[in-house]
Antibody, heavy 119, light 113 residues
């Protein structure tokens, strides 16, 4: 069965960076794009960007360009999302989400990783 | 970016009654090439990631109960739960996948009256 398992919660100080992992299993890793979506406490959902695990190519939401980097390791079927220059506004649960083929919706999600930015 | 606006922000419905959630996009998400609406609905329960319910505005994801239905076209869409069950208490989000960045509505919190 398809599973996306994310790394554990992180606490960072303002100005620091954080790198989160998302390990995929149960399907051909390179056949599906992966998105990263975040949700601030009590708030809605916001897309940070997308990675093509086959080519490694990425596309980032404009407001995160320069701060976000998405990478992948095909040998371990893992995608990574690194966010730098953290502020308190980056405190959120970060999800990886697999994009379906056909309808480009998110059919499987990771369990989420809470990133807390606090001095 | 396409702005998605849901109404209402919260909704309380009695068990067995109908629940209706609306979603409006700032521009049409109907693609002329295939006449499909690039609109999805998700359900999120506390402490869980969102779950895909409906895509192409009206196609139910496999395993989703048929009391959930989606309708609409262009810029105006509706999610209907025909007979509310206790397990349907959640926050519901619409999402457009017509343009990147994919954007979500602010969410509608559905509770039992």
């Amino acid at each position: 069965q398809v599973q996306l398992v994310q790394s554990g919660a992180e606490v960072r100080k303002p100005g620091a960076s954080v790198k989160i992992s998302c390990k995929a299993s149960g399907y051909t890793f390179t056949s599906y794009y992966m998105h990263w979506v975040r949700q601030a406490p009590g708030q809605g959902l916001e897309c940070l960007g997308i990675i093509n695990p086959s080519a490694g190519s990425t596309s980032y939401t404009q407001r995160f360009k320069g701060r976000v980097t998405m990478t992948r390791d095909t040998s371990t079927s893992t995608v990574y999302m690194e966010l730098s220059s953290l502020t308190s506004e980056d405190t959120a649960v970060y999800y990886c989400a697999r994009r379906a083929t056909g309808a480009q919706v998110f059919d499987y999600w990771g369990q989420g990783t809470l990133v807390t930015v606090s001095s | 970016d396409i702005v998605m606006t849901q109404s209402p922000d919260s909704l309380a419905v009695s068990l067995g009654e109908r629940a209706t959630i609306n979603c409006k996009s700032s521009q049409s998400v109907l693609h002329s090439s295939n006449n499909r609406n690039y609109l999805a609905w998700y359900q999120q329960k506390p402490g869980q990631p969102p779950k895909l319910l409906i895509y192409w505005a009206s196609t139910r994801e496999s395993g989703v109960p048929d009391r959930f239905s989606g309708s609409g076209s262009g810029t105006d869409f509706t999610l209907t739960i025909s007979s509310l069950q206790a397990e349907d208490v959640a926050v519901y989000y619409c999402q457009q996948y017509y343009n990147t960045p994919y954007t979500f509505g602010q969410g509608t919190k559905l509770e039992i009256k």
